[in-house]
């Protein structure tokens, strides 16, 4: 009986030390500019994927950025473009990197005439 309630506890400490590796790991910062834009308009959305390091801030290459149903890859300085035309609404934006947690940024499209 002792052996089970320790093997057990055992069981539980494992786990909880497997969750804790998992959020060791690093996660991606994805910024997007414009993080406003105009419904309807062509817009170019730039896309920058950074990951914090000690103190600095490291840029992500070859991370996927998908948004409003678009895919790009991140180049060597970290950034992504994607030109889109969306209808009035939010979007979500997210990259993501197998060695790393993924990255959300948000936009907001707004109707004609609002935005700025």
Same mark, same amino acid.
Do not use: W
């Given at each position: 009986?002792?052996?089970?309630?320790?093997?057990?506890?055992?069981?539980?400490?494992?786990?909880?030390?497997?969750?804790?590796?998992? &959020?060791?790991?690093?996660?991606?910062?994805? /910024?997007?500019?414009?993080?406003?834009?105009?419904?309807?308009?062509?817009?170019?959305?730039?896309?920058?994927?950074?990951? /914090?390091?000690? &103190? +600095?801030?490291?840029?992500?290459?070859?991370?996927?950025? /998908?948004?409003?149903?678009?895919?790009?890859?991140? &180049?060597? !300085?970290?950034?992504?473009?994607?030109?889109?035309?969306? !209808?009035?609404?939010?979007?979500?934006?997210?990259?993501?990197? +197998? /060695?790393?947690?993924?990255?959300?940024? !948000?936009?907001?499209?707004?109707?004609?005439?609002?935005?700025?």
């Amino acid at each position: 009986m002792c052996a089970l309630a320790v093997c057990a506890l055992a069981g539980a400490t494992a786990q909880a030390d497997g969750g804790a590796a998992a &959020d060791a790991r690093g996660r991606i910062h994805l /910024s997007v500019r414009p993080a406003t834009a105009e419904a309807n308009a062509v817009t170019y959305f730039r896309f920058v994927a950074t990951r /914090s390091v000690g &103190d +600095t801030l490291r840029r992500v290459r070859a991370a996927t950025v /998908s948004f409003a149903g678009a895919r790009a890859h991140t &180049d060597g !300085r970290g950034r992504a473009v994607i030109v889109r035309r969306l !209808r009035t609404g939010h979007y979500r934006a997210r990259a993501c990197k +197998t /060695s790393l947690a993924c990255g959300i940024a !948000r936009v907001a499209v707004l109707p004609h005439g609002a935005a700025r």
